[in-house]
C-alpha cells in the first residue's frame, strides 16, 4: 500500500511515516509532500493509495487540497493527522470527504483504530 | 472551557512524553543558561486571541530533534532543530485550541534564536509551566491576549 504523508514539517512526516509501520500496515510504501500544492504533483506522478494530510500549512491547507482533489473527481482514500481538534475543523473535514481524522498527539493504536475500518474496504 | 496550569501541563506532557517519549517532569522554573535558547511562538486568532511560546535551551532541542527523527544529535542540521521545535509548539497550540470554546485558527509556528534578552526568567505574568526535559528546562507560556 502506498501512502502519501503531506506535512510542512520534515519531522512529523518521519514520525507519521514510523507510525504506520508500528501500526501494523502492511505492505506499506511512504512518499512526502510539503504542502497540499506539492501533493497533487505528487499524486499524479506516484498515484498512491492514500493520504495522510495535516491541515494548517503553507502554499495550501490540507482542507484546500481535499476540495481540489475532489473537484477534480479524485475520490482517494483522504484523511487528516493533524493538531486541530475542533469541532469546527471535524465537521469542515467530514463535508469535504475525509475518511478519517487523527489528532496530534498520537499513538499507533490511534492510527490503527483510524485506519482499519477505511482500509478494509 | 478555559486554559488552566493543570489544563497545559497535560497537554505538553501528552505531546512531549505521551507521543514523542521525551523524559519530562514538573520542576519550578530552574536557573539556565539562557545565552543559547530557542524560542517557538504560534498564534491563536479569532474566538481566542493568544500566543502560545516553547521555550528551550538549544541542548534540549537537539536532543527533542534527536529523537523525532531518529538521527543522532550530530547528524542535525539547524532546520530540522527548528522543525522539530515548531511541530512542539503547533501540537500544544493546536490542542489548546481545540479545548477553549469558540472558533479561531491557528498561525503556523515561528521559530527563532533567543539570545541576551533572559528569556528564562520570572517576570512573565501569563500561564506557564515548567518541566525538566531530558536534563534541561522546557517551558511553555500562554498570553491570553483576550484577557490583557
Redesign the interface.
Known sequence: MKVLVVDDSKAMRMIVARTLKQAGISNLTTVEASNGLEALTVIADHKPHAVLCDWNMPEMKGIDLLKKLRADGNEILFGFVTSESSPEVRKEAEDAGAAFFIVKPFTPNAFEAALTPVLAH | MTIDEQTLQQVVF??CS???GLQLEPTPLLPCDDSDALSAVIRISGGWESLVQVLTPRRTAVAI?SN???MSEDELSE??IR??V??IV??????L??IVEG??S???PCVGAVSGAAPFDHSFSGLCVSNNCQGDPLIVRVYDRTAN
Open positions: 501528552d505531546v505521551g507521543m514523542l530533534a523525532m527523527f531518529a532546520e530540522e522543525d522539530a515548531g511541530e503547533n501540537m500544544v497550540g493546536g490542542n485550541k481545540g472558533e479561531s491557528l498561525s503556523l
